[in-house]
Every structure is written in structure tokens, then in C-alpha cells.
């Protein structure tokens, strides 16, 4: 009898708050923008689990700081935090353990009744909640002490990310307090509650809070300044005038620019391998960038080492392997031309840099030239002149 006393007097309190609110005008009940808020909330917080969910449940409390920048779109620091219960069941075992954990929380707010509403206040606002931060547990000595069955529990605490999306349910009760009740779903890395899902947790969290509501104080000599300034001084005199203003317009025309790349592979004596990577990266990227493009590939001997036979078979082998690798990276053999001459022809004066193959590709490439015209418009501009 007497919860039901004091719950009938809670709701009076509540009905003649709303009442005393609604009697104001819209003016006087809608705060200015930007908006600051407080708030304080406490309610109930489950992270699912293989184990019975309904046996997991345990309180939890939150309080934010935060802004509403336009009656749509606000922010807020959100901090969140009790006390977590796991469970463990199979055949041998049936355990309950508890962790404690806090999370923190950058959080985007939404207001759906002012995004779709055309009056300037609403008593009753409907948020939509999204946000990411950091989420902390420690204290997990009872789950640790079960290490056979829960490989994964920790016992020096544990960092996560978390990910959250909810919605929240406002009611004004006068111009600066209101009541929520909110529901968020929040994601945390795997491993959190010390039992292994090879995907993230997921903890839902109810609760109810007060919201307390302040705006930002404007300069009142700011206004009075603006207030002045709008103010018309009677006998005005305006006329208008013809200004000239100059500007810069740029035009483009197109282009096509030649494009030249060479790259030198130099090899130890008597050896054939093409091991070049970066350059053939390097090639890749002139063809992509160039168009049309021809790739030539020229192989060498040095004249002081082997004989004239061996070093034509040499510059051969460097000549193939050279084709082999430009075509396994993907480049057309139709843009390939290849060559080898021995130690017939020594392309550099030092003989040990004469054991080479030299590939140069050629392209076209579209461009742009940018021309600046100097040019003028005419603009009608009313003056005051007394």
C-alpha cells in the first residue's frame, strides 16, 4: 500500500511538472542553440554469452557531457561502467564469475522529431545514437581461477574497442530538466567476457536517466551592437553604382606529352637471372600512367670474360628472361621488342658494367595546357549617401 502511495505521488509530481511546462509559450520553454547538457542515467546491462543470458544481468550507470550544435545534430562524452557477470556450462561444470569493466565513448546524436518536424519545440524527442570508444575490464580473478575452462581469461585487465548504435526517448519536464529512457547495442572485441565466439561480444544496455539542459550564454554587447546596427536612422539617402570587378578565368587545352623511362640491369659474371622487382614495378606504373607505350629490351655480354660464342648465348638467356618477366607481370608481349648482341657492342666504357640489359619504354601521355584570360563583370552596388 504504501509503494503504491508513493508511486501515485511521483506521477502527480510528474503531471503537474509537465503541466507547469506546457502552460509556458514555445518561446519561452525552447532554449537557445548551441544547446549544453549533462546527464546521469543508471539501469541494467547484459553481454551475451553461450550461458543463460537472463541469469547474466547486472546494474550499470552512465553519465555524459555533451552539445546540441543544431536542434538536429549533437555530440556527447559518454562514460559507462559497473560491475559484468560471465557463465560457463557444459557436462562437468555450470560457474558464474564477475569482471568489472567501463567504457568510453565519443557518441553522434540525432533528433528525428526536430529533422522531421516544423515546430521550433517538442516536449517528447527521439534520438538516434551512434558512437565508438574504448572499453576497459579488470578484476577478472574469478574467471581465471577457471583457466582449464576459459583458456582465453585474463588476468591483468583488458583493452577493447566498442561500437555502439541505440536510441534514446526524451521527455520535458521543465525548460531545463527532461527524462530519458535509453537502449544501446554495443560491440567489443572478442574475448571480453574470457569465453571464445571467433566474433565480437555484444552487450545491450538499458537505462534511465535526467538530463539537465543549459545554453550557451550569448555577449550582451554583442547584442546590443547588432541591435543597433539594424536599427534604420530616419532621412536615409541610398543610390546605386556600376563597379568593374576583375578576375582570372583559366582555360585548358589538351596535350599529349612523350614519355621516356630507361632502366639498367647490371648481372655478376656468368649469371642470366632476372631478379629486378622494383624495377619492374617502376615499368608497370610508366605503362599505366602512359599510353600506346613500347617496351625494348636490349641484353649484353662483357668483351673481357668468356669468349665471343658463350657471351652471344649469355646476353640470349639475360634477353629472354628479361621478356619472361615483363610478360609474367602482365605486360602485352605485342609492346615487347627484344634484342641481344654479345660482347659485339659495349654500351658503357667500365667492362664490368658492359654484363647488362637495358630496357627503355616509350609512351604518350594526355595533358592539359592552362592559359589565364584576364577578364571583368559589371556589379549593381547600393551606397548611402546621407
Not at 535526467?210 to 536612422?233: D, P, S
Not at 668468356?306 to 652471344?312: K, L, P, S, Y
Request: glycine fraction near 6%; aromatic fraction near 12%; hydrophobic fraction near 35%.
Amino acid at each position: 500500500m504504501n509503494h503504491i502511495k508513493k508511486t501515485s505521488l511521483l506521477l502527480t509530481a510528474l503531471f503537474l511538472m509537465t503541466t507547469g511546462a506546457n502552460a509556458q509559450t514555445e518561446e519561452e520553454k525552447a532554449l537557445s542553440y548551441p544547446q549544453l547538457f549533462l546527464s546521469a542515467q543508471a539501469g541494467t546491462q547484459v553481454t551475451f554469452s553461450d550461458y543463460n543470458n537472463w541469469e547474466l544481468f547486472t546494474p550499470t550507470a552512465s553519465f555524459s557531457f555533451g552539445t546540441f550544435i543544431t536542434p538536429v545534430v549533437g555530440a556527447r562524452l559518454n562514460i559507462n561502467g559497473a560491475w559484468n557477470k560471465g557463465g560457463y556450462l557444459d557436462n562437468e561444470e555450470d560457474f558464474r564469475y564477475e569482471y568489472k569493466y567501463m567504457t568510453s565513448n565519443i557518441d553522434l546524436m540525432v533528433n528525428l522529431v526536430n529533422l522531421i518536424g516544423k515546430k521550433s519545440y517538442y516536449p517528447v524527442n527521439v534520438y538516434l545514437i551512434g558512437g565508438l570508444g574504448l572499453n576497459y575490464a579488470w578484476d577478472n580473478d574469478e574467471a581465471y581461477e577457471h583457466k582449464d575452462k576459459l583458456p582465453l581469461a585474463y588476468d591483468d585487465g583488458r583493452f577493447s574497442h566498442n561500437a555502439r548504435i541505440g536510441a534514446q526517448v526524451a521527455c520535458d519536464i521543465s525548460k531545463h530538466f527532461s527524462i530519458n529512457l535509453e537502449l544501446t547495442a554495443n560491440t567489443l572485441k572478442d574475448r571480453f567476457n574470457s569465453k571464445y565466439h571467433n566474433k565480437g561480444d555484444w552487450q545491450f544496455v538499458g537505462q534511465l536517466g535526467m538530463t539537465y539542459k543549459f545554453a550557451a550564454k550569448k555577449n550582451r554587447k554583442a547584442k546590443e551592437q547588432t541591435e543597433i546596427a539594424m536599427q534604420t536612422e530616419p532621412d536615409e539617402v541610398w543610390e546605386t553604382r556600376q563597379d568593374t570587378i576583375w578576375y582570372d578565368e583559366i582555360i585548358e587545352t589538351p596535350k599529349v606529352d612523350n614519355g621516356s623511362r630507361t632502366w639498367t640491369i647490371f648481372y655478376d659474371i656468368s649469371k642470366t637471372d632476372f631478379a629486378a622487382e622494383e624495377q619492374l614495378q617502376s615499368i608497370g606504373a610508366f605503362l599505366k600512367d602512359f599510353r600506346d607505350c613500347k617496351v625494348d629490351i636490349k641484353s649484353y655480354a662483357d668483351a673481357k670474360t668468356g669468349n665471343a660464342q658463350m657471351n652471344m648465348e649469355l646476353s640470349k638467356q639475360r634477353m629472354e628472361k628479361a621478356v619472361k618477366a615483363l610478360t609474367n607481370a602482365g605486360i602485352p608481349t605485342s609492346s615487347i621488342t627484344s634484342s641481344y648482341y654479345g660482347d659485339t657492342i659495349q654500351p658503357f666504357s667500365e667492362n664490368d658494367k658492359n654484363r647488362v640489359t637495358i630496357i627503355v619504354a616509350n609512351g604518350l601521355k594526355d595533358g592539359k595546357d592552362k592559359k589565364t584570360i584576364r577578364k571583368f563583370k559589371t556589379k549593381e552596388v547600393r551606397y548611402r549617401v546621407k
